[in-house]
Structures are given as C-alpha cells and as structure tokens.
C-alpha cells in the first residue's frame, strides 16, 4: 500500500509517494510519470519514495526563478527526505536530475547510503533493474 505526503517549500508544493519495501530509495523527478517509466520490480527490493521537485510542480506567481539554484534543489530533496522519514536512501535522479541528486549527495553525505545519476532514453531505465542490486550488494573482503 502506497502513502504519499507534500512539503511546502518556498510556497512550492513538493509530493512524494511512497511504495515498495526493502532497502530505502528515493528518486527524484515527477512521482506519476516516474511510478510508470521506473520497473515496478524495484518495489520488490526497495522502498521506493518517488519525489517531485521544483521545475516539476506549478511555482508561485512573482518567484525569482534565478534564486533556485543547486542549494535550493539539495534543500528540497533533503525536506522530503525528511518528511517521508527515510533514513539513508539511495537517491536516484533522470538526465539534469541525476546531477541534481550527486549534488545532494555530496552536500548532505549522512542522509544518504549512495546516490546515481541514469540516462538512456532508449533503454527505458533497464539498466537500474539489473544493476541496482550490484551497487547495493556487500563486496567481500579479501
């Protein structure tokens, strides 16, 4: 069973759905069309939190869009993370958001477990469904 909440930032409405269980996971990006393009087979192996972000959602009328820049983007996702109570996600972002996401990473190291950037329009995000579990599984010590 899916929930879902917002964040009020700046006087932006940011939703978040939250579906799956296992591992945390949070990706960025517009939560219905994401619910859709990203394999349903993540849900299986993490909790995924789907969120959106400025740039995505309607922005209140007089805003100084040159004001929102990599700070206010870390700063958002961090909130979500946050409301939505996910300790240490992963974090996954699409194209420009995938920069976005390493920004946050690097900028909030302690909220994060790791983080990773996708872009192959062709592929339909396939990659992440035989990789995830690559980036997550424990290496062995020698």
Known sequence: MATSGSVERDGSK???????????MLIVGPPRHYQRVFPHDLRSTFDVVFANMRGFVPLPEGVDVTTINRDTFSDDIE??????????????????????????????????????????????????????LEVLRPRRRR
């Open 79 to 132: 909130a979500i993370r946050q409301a939505a109570g996910v300790v240490r996600p992963v974090v996954v972002g699409h194209s420009v958001v995938g920069k976005i996401v390493l920004e946050y990473a690097r900028r909030y190291p302690d909220s994060v477990r790791g983080g990773g950037g996708h872009r192959d329009d062709t592929d339909r995000f396939c990659p992440i469904r035989t990789a995830h």
């Open 14 to 24: 940011l939703d978040w759905v939250q579906v799956g269980g296992g591992i945390p």
